[in-house]
């Protein structure tokens, strides 16, 4: 896929430098008056309804959380359906309350939408878009190149619940029971950080597909740095971590939906960290590592909770649950 | 499928008055600075490419068209899309490289995009979603509420060239050879009138589909207004009238993806027409018809070439070609 998008689809398009770099990201452009985040995603997911979930909710909640990470305070949500023919309707209308609930939750509006239909087969019931426009907080200083060495990593709550509770569901694990996504929007996290900390948040991300792990190798990779992460401070569900175990999955791999790791400057970190715990989405906030200085072949080092030290890499193939 | 997305999508969704209106219109948002339009739209064009366009030049233009026609200024583009497994790879580089030149072109970016695949099945190879935003430009006062008893209609050139080449195409009709969609952007039109007639220009629309007969309709209803249509000035292209004959459709409902139409005060329409007559795409840009006045069951009558007097319908079930 990521071949695909770089060898086909960026070059054929044309387009600007935005595009070079991860899609699913969030493009920042100066208008009159301020700057503006401008997103989009289509959603595949199976089952359309999952424990915590359904494609719905994650279609408003993933757009508004690729706003957020870019320091922008979600304004207006496109929404548009391609239906399969013969889907249950009953179905299209607890998905759509569903989408229309996690807008009104964050309160962003979906003020456009579309709706197609076409012949049954391969499309597994519906695809939702959503694209997603956002006004940049003014204090949102953000990017690869504001990364310090000395910066600390922050995690919001624990890992993989998302793509633990759809995989679990679609293998039908009755182990997994008590699972369920953590399917959210970040915009409230990432407003209050931005709007009381402003510059000493660095950077910002949602580990979603590749889970932590590709996520902590991008921003060591874009940011030119080694990082180092130390595995016991890393929150932790049980559930997930039997789940897991069970399916041969490492949790950094795995999907989380309402989860944001961000870097912010070592003054302002224990702040930032209390600031998270404060709202209930990230009661379990925490620092998990630092960011350790500039490297040629920058790495992201693990302790692990025995002492040991491995290298988290980019996830890849097998390694990458397809879940989204 | 207007009734479902009046029974199901809007009801279950919430969401802003907007959307109660015509799902594929922009919504227009104040934002710091300013007045801003967005718009998504999904496409589903079989076949994937036809004379004179193909589904990514149909996603670019569609999307910029229903900026343009709210008096936004296209500024950026997101283009999602959703691939069928074995979808040939020459095929997609092909549809891209057009999207590309089509935004380049309207002088429009691609800021972000997305890619997904589905299962082989009934996708008919792609589904491109583009979504846009647009800045209105300060002299847009644009509205059903703005139309005025005495004002003139205008449209920018002959009808039904997409939807007959399409169709053709799909039937193997040879004799439409000679026949290419009129798929174009049509933001340089509404630009210049917008920004040298400001108010005097009071409502736009794309006629896509439905046609005309759907956007004259939709314009009496929602501006509560009788018109009256010269069906002697409505310029026309004699292949399309030939196919539409060949075919048994009535022109006026079939659809166009690159032309405008417009109401203007009285005393602008002549300059609006020469305007409009001096960009390439509506060198035969034509007075067709008036606003009467205000009509408790507001109609449409066709004035015919020979002197009678039709009602135009809003075309539904067999009459709309399912086209896009």
Redesign the interface.
Known sequence: ?AE??ER??LP?????A??AGR?????V?R????R?A?????Y?VQPLEFPGGDIGKLAVCGTINDLAVVGAVP??L?????L??GLE?SL??RV??S???A??RAGV????????????????GM?I?T?G?G?LLETARLGFDRVRGGDKVLLSGPLGEHGLAVMSRRKGLSFAAELESDCAAICGLTRALVERLGPAVRWMRDPTRGGLAATLAELAAGAGMDLEIDEAEIPENRAARAAAEMLGLDLLTVANEGKLLAVVAAESAGEARRMLADQPIARRAAIIGEVRGAAENPLVELVTRVGGRRVVQMPYGEELPRIC
């Open positions: 896929m695909l998008v086909v689809v054929s398009l044309g387009g600007r935005q595009c899609l699913t990201d969030a493009a452009l208008f009159p008056g301020g503006l401008f997103t989009t995603d289509s595949v304004a207006a496109s929404l548009a359906l391609v399969e023919e309707i299209l209308r759509l309350e989408a229309g609930a807008a009104a509006e979906v003020v456009t939408g579309d709706t197609k239909v076409v012949e049954r087969g391969g499309l597994a695809v878009n694209s426009v006004v």
